[in-house]
């Protein structure tokens, strides 16, 4: 593997913190205080295999840490596990690489991955023997930096609208006639038309209003290097009239996804855009609930942005643990081991068709899902890597200008894109 000189790469690590630190996972698990687990210490040449996560809600008597160490046990090792909130941890590994003493494994929000990757911390999953076939092309395709993998996905969350049954039947909406963005508009018309909100989400100036513009953008079918395209002003466009003509409220400029979704739960709203990691909520909420794909302009799924983890592996100067390292993975990637992944965080969908399949078998009404899932694509994808933060910076200012009435959506993009080209210098 190429990796920079030490004075290129503490450039690198310097520049790729401050850039992490606006990528908090748009759905991931939620979020804690650092903590830190361990088992004795043990394993090849004497010491524990040490293990890195973003998941401090789950303590060292969890499922999920009792999962970490079995899986080191069946590779013949004994794992110390240190769990930190989802931003610290990038720090910390970015730290760790720059400093020669990176963990054996660390699981990344997966924006993240190619950023460490291109400051030479990881390696490839080719390089250390792992077979990435069995998943899915869209999903790994999140890891990825100029055609190699540089991890696995241990499943993935995305978005989806949720509905309000009750509403929609007093409004005479079948959700299934939502196939495209005129049979979206209609319903939401019928909606207000019955005096109800139509519709909510979140569009606030961070990158949860890029995770969550992201399915209407690439939905018209732009892309995110044509950030003024034709395409991506209908998308802003169609945000926009939303807010001025009251289909959705003007709180959505600042509004969270988790705001967006106290929104949903107070029964008043039809539609809001959100993740599966709400469907427990939703299953608690006092009304029924259901879900629609977020549909394409014309037709079709609009590909949605994933959220979760990859499991990673650092470069380390003693390659002979590389072989337990493996052997940990493939524990944790079995069909088994990713529907317990799955269950475990409520819900991650497992990564390979197996995996998606067991756990369809054991929970039939996550279809619809896994078929967002299927569809959805990384937000690093199409070999953006470090670039996709700087554009989703500007994306997101964009989305803020028109929605707020300071530019038009054709005007706000003009200014993103040059805002991106000159960031990304491309």
């Not at 005096?195 to 969550?212: L, N, R, V």
Request: hydrophobic fraction near 40%.
């Amino acid at each position: 593997m190429n990796r920079p000189s030490m004075s290129t790469r503490a450039a690198v690590f310097g520049t790729a913190v401050l850039a992490l630190s606006a990528l908090a996972a748009c759905a991931s698990a939620p979020q804690g205080g650092a903590t830190a687990t361990a088992s004795a210490d043990g394993g090849a040449g004497g010491s524990a295999y040490t293990w890195w996560d973003p998941y401090p809600q789950h303590d060292a008597s969890s499922a999920w840490a009792k999962r970490v160490d079995s899986c080191g046990q069946q590779a013949g090792v004994t794992i110390k596990r240190t769990a930190y909130d989802t931003t610290a941890l990038t720090n910390q590994a970015l730290l760790a690489g720059q400093e020669g003493n990176a963990p054996d494994v660390i699981l990344l929000d997966n924006p993240a991955v190619s950023t460490l990757a291109d400051a030479g911390m990881l390696s490839t999953m080719s390089d250390f023997g792992l077979d990435t076939a069995r998943f899915d092309k869209n999903l790994i395709a999140a890891g990825e930096l100029d055609g190699k993998a540089y991890g696995i996905p241990i499943g993935a969350n995305t978005l989806a609208l949720y509905y309000n049954k009750k509403i929609l039947d007093a409004a005479g909406v079948d959700p299934k006639s939502i196939k495209d963005w005129a049979s979206l508009n209609a319903a939401l018309q019928k909606v207000k038309a019955a005096g109800k909100k139509p519709i909510t989400f979140s569009a606030i100036g961070t990158e949860e209003g890029s995770f969550q513009f992201l399915p209407w953008f690439w939905g018209s079918g732009a892309q995110l290097t044509q950030l003024d395209s034709p395409q991506a002003v209908a998308a802003l466009d169609l945000w926009t009239k939303w807010v001025k003509d009251g289909t959705a409220p003007n709180s959505v400029i600042s509004n969270s996804q988790n705001t967006t979704w106290e929104e949903f739960l107070t029964g008043q709203f039809a539609f809001a855009e959100n993740g599966t990691w709400q469907i427990n909520s939703a299953k608690k909420a006092g009304f029924p609930t259901g879900i629609v794909q977020i549909p394409g302009k014309d037709g079709g799924i609009a590909p949605t942005p994933t959220g979760g983890e990859f499991i990673t592996v650092p470069v380390q100067k003693d390659t002979k643990r590389y072989a337990a390292t493996k052997k940990i993975l493939e524990c944790m990637t079995t069909p088994e081991g990713l529907v317990e992944t799955g269950t475990t965080f409520a819900y991650y969908i497992p990564s390979t068709a197996e995996g998606q399949q067991a756990i369809l078998a054991k929970e039939p009404e996550l279809k619809p899902w896994v078929d967002a899932v299927r569809s959805a694509k990384g937000r690093t994808s199409d070999n953006l890597g470090t670039k996709y933060p700087k554009i989703s910076e500007a994306l997101w200012t964009g989305v803020q200008k028109a929605l707020s009435g300071s530019a038009s959506p054709a005007d706000a993009l003009k200014e993103a894109q040059a805002q991106a080209k000159q960031a990304t210098g491309s």
